[in-house]
């Protein structure tokens, strides 16, 4: 009943579907591999449309926040539709609900499972970034990830670290992901690539020091899909001098 409830409230496609669907990286024929598109229904409502639904008081809303956390996970579990699965993690991600989030960890981790697109695996980045901030324990469970067979588990085994480094008041140290990085530096998937030029901007922040001494020593390796993001943060003359290093050793390969 609860899945039916947020589907009618949202109340179905709109003239925006197809194009949202190519902006989430859905429906891209020959562009993208098949592992990089979502199989997901794309409605293409608005993020406020999602926030609002969000927000809107079912016949479950009255349930004590653990009950309703399990209604919002059987709707991101049970539905095939994009935007009723952003709308449970609109719930879910919720900082009213940051304790209990912490409460249910096995929850969050199990998040990465079903993710096919770029806009719910960011979201369930933050959300596992603030976990492990608060769990640094659980970080053997990155390293299990980065070797995964699936693209959005190695994913998340980069974004999922910091999201953005300058909301973790103790971050991991550039030490300890670094290795992670290094690993999927050549890694075929498009979305992980992604999140290795996202990872390396947010060690920036974190250890400058440490991040451009492994960009140079693997300048050769990071992809142009990477590039832009690992050296976004740098002062314009050594990003200019790293270019032309690049450019020389991708020739000399």
């Not at 709707?75 to 609109?90: E, G, H, P, R, T």
């Not at 030029?197 to 300048?219: H, P, Y």
Request: glycine share 4%; with cysteine; aromatic share 12%.
């Amino acid at each position: 009943m609860s899945l039916k409830e947020v589907e009618s409230y949202l109340g179905g496609p709109s003239k925006n579907a197809e194009f949202l669907a190519r902006y989430i990286g859905a429906r891209i024929p020959g562009e993208r591999k098949a592992d990089e598109q979502s199989r997901l229904v794309y409605w293409g409502l608005s993020v406020p449309i999602h926030r609002r639904a969000a927000q809107q008081i079912y016949s479950f809303s009255a349930q004590e926040e653990g009950l309703q956390w399990q209604q919002w996970m059987k709707i991101w579990k049970k539905s095939k539709i994009f935007d009723v699965k952003s709308v449970a993690l609109i719930w879910l991600s919720s900082p009213k609900r940051r304790s209990q989030r912490h409460i249910q960890w096995q929850a969050v981790l199990a998040f990465g499972e079903d993710i096919d697109n770029w806009a719910h695996s960011d979201t369930v980045s933050a959300m596992l970034a603030e976990l492990l901030e608060a769990k640094p324990n659980l970080f053997p469970i990155y390293k299990k990830w980065n070797q995964s067979k699936n693209p959005w588990l190695r994913r998340q085994s980069l974004v999922g670290i910091y999201c953005y480094a300058r909301a973790r008041k103790t971050p991991i140290p550039a030490a300890k992901s670094l290795p992670l990085v290094k690993n999927l530096l050549c890694d075929p998937h498009f979305y992980v690539q992604r999140a290795v030029g996202w990872t390396l901007r947010e060690i920036d922040r974190v250890d400058s020091s440490q991040q451009r001494a492994f960009v140079r020593k693997n300048l050769a390796n990071i992809s142009s899909v990477a590039w832009f993001a690992a050296s976004e943060l740098y002062p314009l003359a050594l990003r200019k001098e790293l270019v032309g290093l690049r450019k020389e050793l991708r020739k000399s390969r």
